[in-house]
């Protein structure tokens, strides 16, 4: 906007001073290319806020995915649950032993997810303790030049 109106002062500076003659083409055509730069300006920030946003509906779409991928294994563990209960009419014996061999699994899954879950929030705290020692550094010497600069000022 400012150079818009360095524009238009100049054109009626120069007008007024007669170094040049101004005509409404003159003035026209260097509006209509200020503009024409304005509207490449906004639409050069949508396509990047759009493809910005394309990006993120990939990865929610990717991380939905995921998800359902792991809702249809709890899916087919739960289909597996029930399949045991038809053997439990037929085979009491190799019941129990396949159930317990679905809750190991489960039971070994689990774990492993929670470990993970653990491993993550044990990174994170690492980096979170290295950006807060690094904030606190840079406090410290932030507060050592203020103390420099008092006693030069002194």
């Known amino acids: 906007m400012l150079q818009l109106v ?17 005509t409404w083409d003159t ?6 290319s200020r503009l024409d730069n304005i509207v490449f300006d906004v639409k050069s920030k949508e396509n990047s806020m759009s493809r910005q946003i394309s990006d993120l509906m990939e990865t929610v779409t990717a991380t939905n995915q995921q998800l359902a991928t792991f809702e249809q294994r709890l899916s087919d563990v739960a289909k597996c649950s029930q399949q045991w209960s ?3 009419k037929k085979l009491d014996d190799m019941d129990s032993h396949v159930i317990g061999i679905a809750a190991a699994e489960i ?14 929030k ?11 020692k690094m904030q ?18 002194v």
């Open 27 to 32: 003035v026209y055509n260097l509006l209509s």
């Open 122 to 132: 044990a990174t994170s705290q690492s980096r979170f303790d290295f950006v807060r």
């Open 107 to 120: 039971g070994r899954r689990m774990s492993l997810f929670r470990r993970g879950l653990e491993q993550e």
């Open 86 to 88: 038809i053997f439990e």
């Open 6 to 22: 360095y524009i238009l002062g100049s054109i009626i500076f120069l007008a007024n001073s007669g170094q040049c003659e101004l």
């Open 136 to 153: 606190e550094t840079a406090q410290s010497d932030i507060n050592f030049v203020m103390t420099a600069a008092n006693e030069m000022q």
